[in-house]
């Protein structure tokens, strides 16, 4: 089975560009997170669904951060306008929703904002 | 406020030579808390799982413990192949399963 696919894996843009990272979800799995990775900040939780719907999304650092689950299998997260602090490696994962256990991450998409 | 915290941040071991990583926590409703294995460009890579305190569970070099307040990641023997990024997490039951991590251990090991 393929895993998690994310993409772009690196993309480089400019201050005020909008930025979309795409996630597509292991068949079979209905809950996914993202989150976002810097060395001053770990991995942070930005939102989390179960079934399409969005459980938790306090981690989303303002207005300019959006997210959807226009279907079972595919994510978006959407950065408009992008800034220079917004810089990071962009991880979705995702996990059957009857089940507790581990999550599995995509290999990222590593975002430059010059 | 949910936390998990790791120490060491970084950690330099000759080949052979045995550690263990700390993660502590303070997250209610907790429902598993977790390690993971992270490469260099990699996204993270599940590795144990830890329901209750006093479970162990054991992998090649590795075994994790768990207590109502912390857990470890024994490291026996460590070969070069070990070194990578260490994350600690933790299943909080918030209507859904959230998951929060701990900020991770650099670890090196050398030849």
């Known amino acids: 089975d393929a895993g998690v696919i994310q993409s772009p894996r690196h993309e480089v843009t400019e201050m005020g560009q909008e930025v979309t990272l795409r996630c597509k979800l292991i068949?079979?799995?209905?809950?996914l997170f993202w989150y976002r990775q810097t060395m001053m900040r770990g991995l942070e939780l930005l939102i989390y669904f179960n079934n399409n719907v969005p459980i938790d999304d306090s981690g989303m650092p303002e207005d300019r951060f959006s997210a959807k689950m226009p279907n079972a299998s595919f994510s978006t997260l959407k950065i408009q306008p992008s800034e220079p602090r917004d810089s990071a490696v962009y991880f979705c994962a995702s996990r059957d929703i009857g089940y507790t256990g581990e999550l599995f991450f995509g290999e990222g998409s590593r975002l430059t904002v010059l | 406020e949910d936390q998990v915290t790791q120490s060491p941040e970084a950690l330099r071991l000759q080949e052979g030579e045995s550690s263990s990583l700390n993660c502590s926590y303070t997250v209610s409703g907790l429902r598993g808390l977790f390690w993971y294995r992270q490469d260099p460009g990699k996204g993270p890579e599940f590795l144990f799982t830890l329901y209750s305190a006093g479970e162990e569970k054991e992998k090649e070099r590795l075994k994790a413990t768990l207590t109502k307040k912390e857990s470890f990641l024994h490291i026996t023997a460590p070969k070069p192949e070990d070194s990578a990024t260490y994350l600690c997490?933790?299943?909080?039951?918030?209507?859904?399963?959230?998951?929060?991590f701990g900020a991770g251990t650099r670890l090196f090991v050398k030849a």
């Open positions: 997490a933790a299943n909080r039951n918030t209507g859904g399963f959230k998951t929060i």
């Open positions: 068949s079979g799995h209905n809950s």
